[in-house]
């Protein structure tokens, strides 16, 4: 009877994988996604946001070009052969976090063609078959031994936001309303310099890191020590992407094949977006729709535009970054602030836009393709180092970051700089390791 039983659970998780990864139920997710998106923005966005700024002014030509632009995608996403199932998974994210939401905004809301245009040309980048990166030769530390170190070093990195913040249980930030930007405002006025440079190599890397490794060695006090401490950050510190980053992280740990993950990742998102909509139907509360789908999907696509209007032959050659010292910047307010200023008239506001919207303020159109090949390039370099199944949720983390921060910004403020690095000497080869 345990025999049979355990062949059973195993036929069943073959089948779910199978399933998942089926191409051809990502290609009619990924068309329901595009169709029941259009319907979100006309009966949901609109009616409920048109006086923040979204508008409906759908033209043929601009439908037309859009659905060309949306059949090119698919074409490549699910017809060419594609780098890797690794990169599969992400790119597939790309185009529906970014490249459907600028094209139904082209096709409906009036914002640039640049933006679908460039966002297209990201997941050509990320899905070419003639970009190779180098392999990078490094000591890896053994594999039974990278927790510990992973240990010390979270905390190490803990200890500021203890002593800055002390032991607070906010329970009230688990509402999702206006109590999230009431203590983060406050987390900021009592924020230094290594909460700041501190907050995305912990909440990015290093306490996935460590519910990862718990799971994979059955570790239930390490897994569980990084959920807390995720937790922990979340209520002295409440941004919506760490609290979520756990179930990201925890949904893409299953599932060895890329491509169920994939599968996993469509679905899911299908599921929300529907979910939310009854959810909205039912109860007459709008904040979880809101929330996935005018903040995930719209708004950073609505936001970019009015990068693209503000900055248009107003470009800042890289004067708010580190080259500072060598050219000056011609705004008293950072970037974000200035468009929360340019488009809400609130500089205490924060806008902050994607790689596409950043190269455009920075070097107009040459920076949109300067900034998404390199982003490329360091999403096919961290496929080159091979790692675990189980660590594909960070990557997809920061994915999300470079669809919705500043390059320079996710690199040495948000733990980009940090993941590389211990993906070189901590994650590389780990999925031959551990098989």
Known sequence: MFVTNMTRQYLNIFMLTKILSNKHIHLGAFIFFYLFLIYEYIVFIIPFFGDKGF?????????????????????KLFVLRQPSHFIY?????????????????????????????FAIVFVLFLTSNYLNTPSIK???????????????????????????????????????????????????????????????PLTKVLLPSLIIYGLLRKNKLLWISGIVLMLYIFMINPHKSV???????????????????????????????VATTIFTKFTGNILPESIFVRRMFFLPVYISDHYFTFFNNNHIYLSHSILNPLMEYPYSLDPAMLMGDHIYNNPLTSCNTGIIGDGYMNFGIIGCIVFT???????????????????????????VLFLNSAFFTILLTHGGLFYILIGIFFFKNTNSELK
Not at 246 to 267: Q, S
């Open 55 to 75: 508008m409906m002014v759908p033209e043929i030509e601009k439908i037309i070009i859009g659905t060309l632009l949306f059949i090119l995608l698919s074409i």
């Open 89 to 117: 998974a992400l790119s597939l994210f790309a185009a529906m976090g970014f490249c459907i939401p600028s094209i139904i905004m082209y096709q409906f809301g009036g914002i640039t063609l640049l933006i679908p245009l």
């Open 138 to 200: 490094s000591i890896n530390i053994k594999f039974k031994d990278q927790k510990y170190i992973l240990l010390i070093l979270t905390v190490l990195l803990i200890i500021p936001f203890v002593l800055t913040y002390g032991i607070s249980f906010n329970k009230s930030v688990f509402s999702f309303g206006k109590e999230i930007y009431e203590v983060r405002a406050a987390a900021k006025l009592h924020s230094n310099i290594f909460t700041s440079y501190f907050f995305g």
């Open 243 to 273: 609290f979520l980053s756990i179930f990201v992280v925890l949904a893409f740990y299953f599932f060895k094949d890329y491509r169920a993950k994939a599968g996993t990742m469509v679905l899911g998102i299908v599921f929300l977006l």
């Open 373 to 399: 090949f390199i982003t490329a390039i360091v999403l096919r370099f961290l496929d080159a180092l091979n790692m675990h199944h189980s660590f594909f949720g960070i990557s997809f983390l920061f994915l």
